[in-house]
Structure formats: structure tokens, C-alpha cells
């Protein structure tokens, strides 16, 4: 071989060793551009999914926070209504009264047996009658003043107590305590069955509590109504804190409220079921806290609106339904409610002395 020959040769030869180490470098920077472009793509991936993450984040918070802020409203909302409620402020001012202790319990019940007289001098004895619908819960009222008065220690249940949709009380059932009378009545309903008039002449003391009656308070046959009209001094309402009065139901409270109006008779109006208008006072312990509850300052409210009674004539009481022992809250209760109600009947028993003295009020000197 040519020298000529050698050295192309080892031209050709350094070209092609260059040749390749071009390609080699040539295939390393394609496979670092490739590695470098999976790379970006990985990063883009991660930043995307930091993204991703970083949203949700920002969607849980602005949800958390959106959530924190309905509730807050919905606390701030119910604040409002609960101080607009309060304003209605339904019972005593005097928030040092009424410590719902034994004392006050057996001062009531000493006060509720305390001969009472009237302006004549004449002992007082009230007829206090329960009238309302079926199911109000008149009968267990009832059984609940009399545990009161007797200081059981289990619930009475003298006067029969159901819920069996029609009326279960089907006669008058009266019960004497001390001076006065507690008369319970089948309940009324939704009919027009129930007449005026009959209604009238059981309030006003037309109709002999021992008389028997029908369930639409038709005196039955052979029952005379007598003409003493003195019977009936306190006529309590009884209804369920959440009933909604239709037409008929209405006429017949009204009946009631009227003769009120007429200085026939005095009544009053008294709530049951508290235990379910706010579940607090299932247990007895807290019936203290009943003029701070605003729900039910709210019922009240409304039965008030519903009836035209105003609130100071309405009482609340919670009846005992499962209770197997009395309990000196829920007495105290009861004796509240009765301590006004015979407040009321005594007024009556005077009222009614007054207007018969006021039409003798020109007897012993004539006009003319
Ligand atoms: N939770 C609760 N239930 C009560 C209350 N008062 C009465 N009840 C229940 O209501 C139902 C009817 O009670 P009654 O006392 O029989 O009602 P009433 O007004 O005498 O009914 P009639 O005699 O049928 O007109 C019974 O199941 C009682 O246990 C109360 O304050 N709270
Ligand atoms: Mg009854």
C-alpha cells in the first residue's frame, strides 16, 4: 500500500471514528433532549396536579367557610327571633320570684284549702269546669291538679285519660277539693253538632253537673236544666299548644269567651303538651327555665293571637303520659295554674255580687 494510500485510509478511518462519535453525541443529546422534554412533561404533570390539589383546597376552604358562614347566619337568625320572641315576655317580671321549691309548692297548696270569702262575708266555693276539645289533654289536667292538691306520689289517674280519637270523658266527672269543685267534660270537636245554646247553658250553670249529656252536649231526656245561674265561676279552657282552631272549634270557645265578655262567667286558658313545644321540659328539673324558653313564648304568643285571650290569662303545664312518680316541679306547676284560675273564679263570685248590687244602686233613692 501506498503511503498516499495509508493516509487516506487513516482519513477515512478518523472521519469515520469522528463520524460515529458525532452520532453517539448526536444520540446522547436526542435521548437528553428526549429525557429533558419527558421531564418538562413530568413537571407540567406535577404542576398541573399541584394545581388540581391547590384548587380543591381552595374549593374545601371556600366550601368550610362557606359553610361556617351559613351557620353563623343561621345562628344569628335564630338569635334574633329568639330576642324577638323574648320581647313578648310572657309571665312573671319578678325573676327572684318563683324558686320552684317544696316551700312554694306546699304555700300554694295551704293557699288553694284557705276558706275563701266573699264581699257578703259567704264562704266562696268555686265550680271550676275543663272544657275543650278531644284529646287536649282536659282529663290528665285534671289528674295532674289532683296529684297536686293530694300530694301523691304517683300520677292520679281518677279521671280517665285516652287517645282514642273520639271523646273518652262522656259525662261530667267532678271531684270536690276542699271548698271548691274541678268538673272535667267530654271534649268538643270539629261539628257543627255541638249547639250554641247547649253550650251556653253548661257554662253559664244551666246544666246540673250531675246530669247526664250526650256526646254533642244535648242534655238527655228527662234531665231538667235548672234555672240557678251561681255554678259555674271559672270556665278553663284546655287546648293542645299547637292546635289550629277551625271555623267550628272557634264558634265554640267563642261561645265561652262571649259569656266572659257578659260578666256570665270568668275563664282562662290553659296549654298543655309543654313537654313537646320544647323538649327541655320532658325532664321536670327544668321547668324553672319555662319564661326564658322562647319557643314557648311563641306558642303562647299564638294562642293568644288565635283565641283573642290575652296572655296573662294563659297558663302552660306539662301533664304527666309515662311518668310512673309525681315530682315537686310538675306539682308546682299544676298549683300555679290553679292558683290563677281560682283568682279568676273568685273575681267571678264577686263580679256577679256587684252587679246585683249595682242594679239595687238606686233603690234607696229614686230619681223622681
Ligand atoms: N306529651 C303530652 N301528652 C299529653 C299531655 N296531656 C295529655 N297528654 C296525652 O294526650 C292524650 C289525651 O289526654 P286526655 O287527658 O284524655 O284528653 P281529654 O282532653 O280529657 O280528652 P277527652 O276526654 O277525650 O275529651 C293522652 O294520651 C294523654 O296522655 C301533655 O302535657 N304532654
Ligand atoms: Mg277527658
Known amino acids: 500500500m501506498s503511503w ?159 287517645n282514642i280519637g273520639t271523646t273518652l270523658t262522656s259525662r261530667f266527672q267532678s271531684a270536690r277539693y276542699g271548698d271548691h269543685w274541678i268538673i272535667d267534660m267530654p271534649g268538643i270537636f270539629e261539628s257543627s253538632d255541638f249547639k250554641t245554646e247547649n253550650i251556653e247553658a253548661i257554662a253559664s250553670g244551666k246544666v246540673r253537673f250531675d246530669a247526664l249529656i250526650t256526646k254533642t252536649l244535648e242534655v238527655e231526656d228527662g234531665q231538667s236544666q235548672q234555672k240557678a245561674r251561681r255554678d259555674v265561676s271559672c270556665v278553663v279552657l284546655v287546648l293542645h299548644h299547637n292546635i289550629d282552631l277551625g271555623e267550628e272549634l272557634k264558634r265554640q270557645l267563642n261561645v265561652i269567651i262571649q259569656l266572659g265578655g257578659k260578666g256570665v262567667l270568668s275563664y282562662y286558658l290553659v296549654l298543655t303538651h309543654l313537654d313537646e313545644c320544647d323538649p327541655q321540659f320532658k325532664d321536670p328539673d327544668n321547668l324553672p327555665n319555662l319564661y326564658s324558653s322562647p319557643l314557648v313564648q311563641e306558642a303562647v304568643e299564638n294562642m293568644a293571637d288565635q283565641t283573642g285571650i290575652p296572655a296573662y290569662a294563659i297558663s302552660y303545664v306539662k301533664n304527666y303520659v309515662t311518668e310512673t312518680e309525681t315530682d315537686t316541679k310538675t306539682k308546682l306547676l299544676h298549683l300555679k295554674a290553679l292558683d290563677r284560675i281560682l283568682n279568676y273564679a273568685a273575681d267571678q263570685v264577686e263580679k256577679i255580687i256587684d252587679s246585683k248590687l249595682q242594679s239595687s244602686m238606686y233603690d234607696d233613692a229614686p230619681d223622681a
Not at 320552684?100 to 297548696?109: A, G, I, K, S, V
Open 4 to 162: 498516499f494510500s495509508l493516509v487516506t485510509k487513516g482519513k477515512l478511518e478518523g472521519a469515520e471514528e469522528e463520524a460515529r462519535a458525532e452520532s453517539r453525541r448526536a444520540n446522547q443529546e436526542r435521548k437528553a433532549a428526549v429525557e429533558a422534554r419527558e421531564e418538562a412533561e413530568r413537571e407540567t404533570v406535577r404542576k398541573l396536579e399541584a394545581l388540581k390539589i391547590a384548587e380543591k383546597q381552595r374549593e374545601r376552604a371556600e366550601t368550610a367557610e362557606q359553610e361556617r358562614q351559613l351557620l353563623q347566619s343561621e345562628k344569628d337568625e335564630k338569635k334574633r327571633r329568639d330576642e324577638n320572641l323574648m320581647q313578648f315576655s310572657w309571665g312573671p317580671k319578678n325573676k327572684a320570684a318563683g324558686q320552684w321549691t317544696t316551700q312554694e309548692f306546699e304555700q300554694l297548696q295551704k293557699k288553694f284549702f284557705k276558706h275563701l270569702k266573699d264581699p257578703g262575708g259567704n264562704l266562696i266555693r268555686a265550680k271550676i269546669l275543663i272544657f275543650g276539645p278531644t284529646g287536649a289533654g282536659k282529663s290528665s289536667f285534671c289528674n295532674g291538679l289532683r296529684s297536686a292538691l293530694k300530694d301523691t306520689d304517683t300520677p292520679s289517674n281518677y279521671y280517665a285519660v285516652g
